[in-house]
């Protein structure tokens, strides 16, 4: 199981939590500090953060920590249990040092057949790095599901439980947001929330 679930850290939460509702997203849990959205083909969780440290963190759920990280190791990279921001998990660092978290999950549900990252509700993290080889890399080496290069060398994938991650060429590693919902698209990320 594979399932893309970013994290937006943000000192706007109720702004936030207001704008994801208002696109239609299923909220899953709010208790004030976190909340957690599901749009059907990938989850968003938002935290609340000082505006020092606010942006967007790469994330994933996965169904058995301990699976996974054998799998991921198995396949060549670097994973490890952790104690994530929501609880027991597994952490994966790429060869530049990026890190993101995998959080633990019994939700087993699947997007629906044959979902395209272009139509109305899915979610979308965009890992802008200097090396999107190496980044393209550690998402196969995940379990995420290649569906097609893009010219800069980044490549579009998909999560078997939902969501989709693309790799892009960026001067220095970060990550975006795409929530897409009935024609209607929110970013989040460098510099462009929105």
């Known amino acids: 199981m594979l399932r893309v679930r ?25 208790d004030g500090d976190w909340a957690e959205f599901d749009s059907g083909n990938g989850k968003v969780g938002v935290f609340i953060e000082v505006p020092e440290t606010e942006g967007i963190e790469l994330g994933f759920e996965v169904r058995d920590a301990a699976i996974f990280v054998r799998r991921t ?18 952490r994966v660092t790429a ?57 800069d060398g980044g490549a579009l994938f998909r999560a078997k439980n939902g969501g989709f991650v693309a790799t892009a060429k960026g001067a220095v590693t970060g990550v975006e947001l795409e929530i897409r919902h009935q024609g209607e ?10």
Do not use: M, Y
């Open 6 to 30: 970013p994290i937006i850290l943000t000192s706007n939460f109720n702004q936030t939590v207001a704008q994801l509702f208002a696109l239609g997203l299923s909220c899953l849990e709010n």
């Open 185 to 194: 698209t929110l970013t989040f990320g460098a510099e462009s929330e929105s």
């Open 73 to 90: 190791l198995a396949d060549g990279t670097h994973a490890e249990e952790a104690v994530t921001s929501t609880g027991p998990g597994a």
């Open 95 to 151: 060869p530049d040092g990026f890190t993101f978290e995998l959080a633990a999950s019994e939700d087993l549900r699947l997007p629906k057949p044959d979902t395209d990252p272009f139509e109305s509700s899915s979610i979308a993290a965009i890992w802008r790095t200097p090396n999107p080889a190496a980044a393209n890399k550690v998402l196969a080496g995940i379990g995420a599901k290649f569906v097609q290069e893009s010219p």
